[in-house]
């Protein structure tokens, strides 16, 4: 990265969508700032860089700005190439892309429904958490601890999220995920997340995150009573 470059990384802590892009930033050796906002209180930093959804994570890199995770995602991918979230064959690339759009707008998206804890939405949620995770188990291939084999992809940096926020899905949605004997690919993939230096310090740490779900619930229920805006929490 040259000595020039300013980022910065607009986020909330809790925000399973500003964690995977801390992740990229700190697989690819990124030197960046974060800026910790308060949605309750936006700051005119994120009014100004994310005019259109005002919401976080914002990615600020010399004086340019880019909001929505994914596309934070690509941005990242495409202004630090190496080393590459995205595999060699155009296959891979292709699966990359796919399971961490499924991710965000799918298992993140039922994940945070857990919050409401009322109503049909949330009953129905705690019933397609487990059946994405078990999802995620057969979408997995090769022998290596990531997603998608031996190496670090999209894919992973979408899901890193689980890794702190597993224990407040399960106590939210009064639920246990699959176990070991049941989806080994993801304790697996879970198991080397949780060693990775990267992914530790990207994401929150898990009992602050469960001690922080009922501020977080709070502010869904009073700011996004009919969903949730992809990349708002």
Not at 36 to 41: C, D, H, K, P, Q
Not at 99 to 128: C, P, S, V
Request: aromatic fraction near 8%.
């Amino acid at each position: 990265m040259a000595s020039e470059d300013q980022v910065k990384l607009l986020l909330i802590r809790p925000s399973p969508f500003a964690m995977s892009c801390a992740l990229a930033l700190n697989h690819k050796g990124v030197k960046f700032e974060v800026v910790e906002e308060n949605l309750r209180s936006k700051s005119e930093l994120l009014l100004q860089t994310n005019p259109v959804y005002k919401q976080v994570p914002v990615l600020h890199h010399n004086g340019r700005s880019i909001s929505q995770s994914l596309v934070i995602l690509e941005y990242i991918q495409e202004a630090w190439p190496d080393p590459s979230l995205l595999p060699q064959t155009p296959y891979e690339r292709a699966l990359a892309r796919f399971w961490a759009d499924y991710i965000n707008k799918k298992f993140l998206e039922t994940g945070l429904k857990l919050m409401k804890r009322f109503g049909e939405e949330h009953e129905t949620a705690r019933k397609d958490i487990v059946q994405q995770f078990e999802t995620l188990e057969k979408g997995m291939i090769g022998d290596g601890p990531f997603f998608l084999g031996s190496r670090m992809s999209l894919a992973d940096v979408a899901l890193v999220p689980l890794v702190p926020w597993m224990a407040s899905f399960e106590a939210l949605g009064d639920l246990k995920f699959p176990d070991a004997q049941q989806c080994g690919r993801m304790h697996r993939w879970l198991a080397a997340m949780r060693e990775n230096p990267n992914v530790i310090a990207s994401v929150p740490d898990s009992d602050w995150l469960l001690n922080s779900t009922i501020n977080v619930r709070q502010y869904i229920s009073e700011h996004h009573p009919g969903g949730l805006l992809e990349g708002g929490v």
